[in-house]
C-alpha cells in the first residue's frame, strides 16, 4: 500500500472495488492499475515457510527496499495478520531501526521452524511473528502501536500503512491477492519494484532470495557471529537474541550454577566482564538435554554451540501459540573447562527498588518481544535483562506457599500492598504486585529438603541463583542457596457463631470432591464447616464430584459423595444437613473430564427449611412467578437458564428457596467458568488478553436477570449470589452483577489486605463471593482464611460465610446508600 500522499484515485479505486465485491455475487475484476510508484519504502518479499518440511530457508522473513531516496525506518514496524481475521484477531508487531538505502535491501528476519534450510543472512532486524507459508497479510507502518484494522478499507483509510502485501488468499490486501506461497515459495516484486496498489499484480511467487542491507544472501559470508561473541552479544537489547538460529563458537563466562536433574538439563554460566549497556544480560543457560553437565560452579569454560530461544508451552499449546516467553540459551553445546575454582560474579541483591513497580510495556496486546527493554521502567524487562544472571534476595518474605512442585513465591518489595496476615493482595488490573518472584531450588532434594513454607514465612538470609523463566509462573529464581526456612506461625482462622436471630450462609469451593477421596480430605474439609466456619445454616458446595470423581463412565448421582461428607460433619460435631443439588448432563459442566462437578446446598433443618417444588433437573429452566405478590420459584431446586450459551462446558446456577423465621430468602449458587486460555500476566502479549472474561460476563448477565425477575415481583425478597464466580471484585463480571446497587457486595466492605480468597502466583485474590439484595442491610462477612496460604491444604479455597437478618419490607432504591453492616 503505497503512502496516502503518493496514492492515486486508481489505487483508491481498487480498495474499494475489493470491498463492494465482498457484497455482490458476481466478483468484479480489479483493473490493472496506473498508480504512481511509491518513492517510499515497499515490502519487497514475504517467506513463511522458513523451517517448514522441504524449505529451503531456515526461517521466515520480509524484506524491504525503496526506488526512491534512503528512508529512516526507526520508529517504523513491520506487522502480520492472519489471512482471514477474527474480530479478536490482533496484528504482530516487529519494531525496525536504522535506515534503508537506495539500491540495498532491509532484512527483517521472523520465527524459524525445526526441519533445517540454510540460515538466513545477518538480519537487520529480528522478530519472533510466525508468517503463514501460504497466506496473510504483512503491512509496513510509520510507528510501532499496532495496527486495529481488520478489513482492506479500513487498512486503506490508516495513514500509517505504508505498504501492505496480502498473499494467498488474504482477506485484507492492496486490490487483488498476490498468488499463494508455499514451503518452497515467497511472493517478491520484480527488480524494478512494481507498485501499482494490486497486490496480485506486483508480486510473483517464486524461490525466496532473502538479502540484507549488506548485500548477502542465504548463507553469505560477513558472519560475526561466529567467533568473539560474548554473552551480552548473544542476548542483545530485547528478547529475542539477534544472534537466534546462528552458530557462535568459544563464548567466554564462568558456570554460576548446575541443572543436574529434571528434564531440561544443562549449566549457567555468566560473564566476569560485563558491558555497560543495562539492557543486556551477562548469564545465559546452557542446554545438554537429559544429560548432567559435567561442569561444577567456578569453572571457567569456552562454549560452543547454536543459539536458540526456548519457548515453555502447556496443555494444547505450541511454540507459536504459546503466550510465553523464551529463554535464551544455547544448545547444541559443546564446551572447554579451561580453569576451576574461580569465584561466582557477584549476585545482584533485589532490593524493594530495584524492580520498577509498572509491569510491562503497553503493546495494545501484541507482542513485547520485539522492543528494547526498558529496565528502569518496567519489572519484566528489568528481569528479562537479568535472564540467566546471578540474583539474590535478602531475609525474603514468603508470599505464595510452597506448591506440590517444590516451589514458593516471595515478594523484593514487602511494603508492597501487604496482607495483614504476611501477604499480597491483588488490588487492580494495573497493579500487578511486580515484586512477585518465584523460588525453586538446584539443590538435590537429599541434600536438603525444599522448605514447606506458609504465608508470611520467612527465607531468612541469602536466597540467590541464576534468574530462569517458566510457564509456572513467569521469572523464576533458581536457588543455588536457599535462606533458612523460619516459620511466623500463621494459623487457621475460625469464624464466630451465628446469632439464633442471624441466618448464616457460606460457600465453599471443596475442590474436586468425590465418594472415591481418601477419608483424610473428607474429615478435613468437614472439620472446616464445623469447627471454622461454626456449622452455618446454609452451605453451598462447588466442585461436588460425581460418585466415581475423575473415572470417566458416565455416572452423574453424587449421592454416595454427598452422604460421606455429611456424615463426617456429623461426626466432627456438627448439624445432621440435608442436601439439594441436580445432576447434570454427562461431561456437560466442564471441570475434570468424567467429574461431572456441580454446585450443592447443605442445610441444617433445625435452623431453616427449604422449599422443595418438583421438576428440577439438568435441562428444565427454574421460573420465578407471583404467589399472592410474593416471589417464589417454578421449581426449587432449579437450574437457571441451562440452555443459555453462556453456560456452555460450564456450570449452571442452581437457585434455591429457603425460609428461616419465616422470611423467604433466594440463594443462587455459581461456578462461573475458569480462567483458562487467559494470557499470563508474566507472558509475552502485554496488557494480556482475558479471554475467559467474555463468558463470564455473559453468566452474570444471565444470573443479574433473574435477579432483576425475583425483585420486580417483590422488591422485599431477599437474594443472595454466592459461589465461586472465578473473577475479582473488579472485573467485569462482578461489576455487572452489583449494577446500579441491585445486589452489593459485602467484601468491597472489607479493608482491602482482608479482600482476597485464593492465592495464585503470589497473588492473594478474590474468586469467590457472596453477594447481597439492596434490601439485606445488616449484615457482616468474613472470609475465613484456613486453606489457600498454607502449604498444606484441604482446598485451594478460601470459604467465606455471611450472618444476616432477612429483612421485612421493602429495599431501597439502587444506589442509596446502605444501613448498618458489618
Request: with cysteine; proline share 8%; net charge neutral.
Amino acid at each position: 500500500m503505497t503512502s496516502p500522499r503518493h496514492r492515486s484515485a486508481a489505487g483508491l479505486a481498487l480498495a474499494a472495488t475489493t470491498v463492494l465485491s465482498a457484497l455482490s455475487v458476481h466478483v468484479l475484476a480489479a483493473p490493472t492499475a496506473a498508480a504512481a510508484p511509491s518513492t517510499d519504502a515497499l515490502i519487497a518479499e514475504v517467506y513463511g515457510g522458513g523451517g517448514n518440511s522441504g524449505s529451503p530457508i531456515a526461517a521466515d522473513f520480509v524484506e524491504l527496499a525503496t526506488r526512491g531516496a534512503a528512508v529512516r525506518l526507526s520508529g517504523w514496524s513491520v506487522q502480520y495478520l492472519p489471512a482471514a481475521p477474527k474480530p479478536t484477531s490482533r496484528w504482530q508487531v516487529t519494531p525496525l531501526t536504522g535506515d534503508l538505502q537506495p539500491g540495498r535491501r532491509y532484512l527483517v528476519a521472523q520465527a524459524r521452524g525445526g526441519s533445517g534450510g540454510a540460515e538466513l543472512p545477518t538480519p537487520d532486524a529480528t522478530g519472533s511473528v510466525n508468517l503463514s507459508a501460504s497466506a496473510g497479510t504483512v503491512a509496513l507502518v510509520a510507528g510501532t502501536e499496532p495496527l486495529s484494522c481488520l478489513t482492506t478499507a479500513d487498512c486503506a483509510a490508516d495513514r500509517r500503512v505504508r505498504d501492505l502485501v496480502g498473499y494467498g488468499d488474504a482477506v485484507v490486501r492492496e486490490g487483488r491477492p498476490a498468488p499463494a506461497a508455499s514451503n518452497g515459495t515467497s511472493v517478491a516484486r520484480a527488480d524494478r519494484l512494481p507498485d501499482t496498489d494490486d497486490n496480485a499484480a506486483d508480486l510473483v511467487s517464486g524461490p525466496p532470495t532473502p538479502t540484507n542491507s549488506r548485500g548477502e544472501g542465504p548463507g553469505g559470508g560477513g558472519d560475526p557471529g561466529q567467533g568473539g561473541r560474548r554473552i551480552h552479544d548473544i542476548q542483545g537489547v530485547s528478547r529475542i537474541s539477534p544472534l537466534v538460529g546462528r552458530k557462535v563458537s568459544d563464548v567466554p563466562g564462568v558456570v554460576t550454577a548446575v541443572r543436574a536433574f529434571g528434564a531440561s538439563r544443562g549449566f549457567w554460566f555468566q560473564d566476569p566482564q560485563p558491558d555497560d549497556d543495562p539492557r543486556t544480560s551477562e548469564g545465559l543457560f546452557v542446554f545438554t538435554g537429559n544429560q548432567a553437565p559435567q561442569v561444577k560452579p567456578g569453572d571457567a569454560v569456552l562454549v560452543s554451540g547454536t543459539v536458540a530461544e526456548f519457548r515453555p508451552v502447556g496443555n494444547g499449546e505450541t511454540p507459536d501459540s504459546s503466550p510465553n516467553q523464551t529463554v535464551t540459551q544455547i544448545t547444541d553445546a559443546r564446551w572447554t573447562v579451561t580453569s576451576a575454582g574461580n569465584p561466582l560474579p557477584a549476585a545482584e541483591r533485589l532490593r524493594p527498588d530495584s524492580v520498577p513497580t509498572a509491569m510491562a510495556p503497553d503493546a495494545r496486546g501484541g507482542s513485547i518481544e520485539g522492543l528494547p527493554l526498558e529496565p528502569r521502567r518496567f519489572a519484566l524487562d528489568f528481569l528479562e535483562s537479568r535472564e540467566g544472571m546471578r540474583v539474590r534476595v535478602d531475609d525474603a518474605r514468603v508470599i505464595g506457599p510452597t506448591d506440590g512442585h517444590n516451589g514458593l513465591w516471595i515478594t523484593t518489595k514487602p511494603e508492597q500492598n501487604r496482607t495483614p496476615r504476611g501477604g499480597t493482595v491483588y488490588l487492580s488490573y494495573e497493579d500487578a504486585n511486580s515484586g512477585r518472584l518465584k523460588v525453586e531450588s538446584l539443590i538435590p532434594f537429599a541434600q536438603r529438603p525444599f522448605p514447606r513454607a506458609d504465608v508470611g514465612d520467612l527465607l531468612r538470609g541469602v536466597t540467590e541463583g541464576p534468574l530462569d523463566y517458566t510457564r509456572f509462573g513467569g521469572y523464576v529464581l533458581q536457588a543455588s542457596a536457599l535462606g533458612e526456612h523460619v516459620s511466623k506461625g500463621l494459623t487457621r482462622e475460625t469464624t464466630r457463631p451465628q446469632h439464633p436471630s442471624e441466618l448464616a450462609v457460606a460457600t465453599y469451593n471443596v475442590e474436586n470432591l468425590s465418594a472415591r477421596d481418601d477419608q483424610t480430605k473428607v474429615d478435613r474439609l468437614a472439620v472446616g464447616v464445623v469447627r471454622h466456619l461454626a456449622s452455618p445454616d446454609v452451605v453451598a458446595l462447588e466442585e461436588i464430584q460425581d460418585n466415581s470423581g475423575p473415572a470417566d463412565d458416565g455416572v452423574v448421582a453424587a449421592d454416595a459423595t454427598l452422604r460421606r461428607f455429611v456424615d463426617a460433619v456429623a461426626a466432627a460435631g456438627g448439624p445432621r444437613y440435608e442436601w439439594r443439588q441436580i445432576d447434570p448432563a454427562n461431561r456437560q459442566d466442564g471441570g475434570q473430564p468424567g467429574g461431572n462437578i456441580r454446585q450443592v446446598f447443605l442445610f441444617n433443618p433445625k435452623r431453616v427449611s427449604f422449599v422443595d417444588r418438583a421438576g428440577g433437573d439438568a435441562t428444565t429452566p427454574v421460573r420465578v412467578r407471583s404467589d399472592h405478590g410474593r416471589a417464589a420459584l417454578s421449581v426449587s431446586p432449579g437450574r437457571i437458564d441451562p440452555a443459555n450459551p453462556a453456560w456452555q462446558d460450564s456450570r449452571k446456577p442452581l437457585a434455591g428457596e429457603f425460609v428461616f423465621h419465616g422470611r423467604t430468602v433466594f440463594v443462587i449458587a455459581n461456578h462461573f467458568n475458569s480462567k483458562g486460555g487467559d494470557q499470563p500476566i508474566h507472558g509475552r502479549y502485554q496488557p494480556p488478553n482475558r479471554v475467559s472474561e467474555v463468558q463470564r460476563q455473559q453468566q452474570a448477565a444471565v444470573v443479574r436477570g433473574f435477579v432483576d425477575q425475583i425483585q420486580r415481583v417483590d422488591q422485599r425478597s431477599a437474594v443472595l449470589v454466592v459461589g465461586d464466580l472465578n473473577d475479582y471484585v473488579f472485573s467485569p463480571a462482578v461489576r455487572t452483577l452489583v449494577r446500579g446497587g441491585a445486589l452489593r457486595s459485602p467484601l468491597e466492605r472489607l479493608p482491602e489486605g482482608e479482600r482476597y480468597s485464593y492465592v495464585f502466583e503470589g497473588n492473594s485474590q478474590v474468586l469467590d463471593h457472596i453477594l447481597v439484595s439492596g434490601n439485606v442491610r445488616q449484615y457482616e462477612l468474613d472470609v475465613v482464611h484456613l486453606n489457600a496460604e498454607f502449604h498444606d491444604q484441604a482446598s485451594d479455597h478460601d470459604p467465606q460465610v455471611l450472618r444476616f437478618r432477612p429483612p421485612t419490607g421493602p429495599w431501597r432504591a439502587f444506589g442509596e446508600p446502605a444501613g448498618t453492616t458489618g
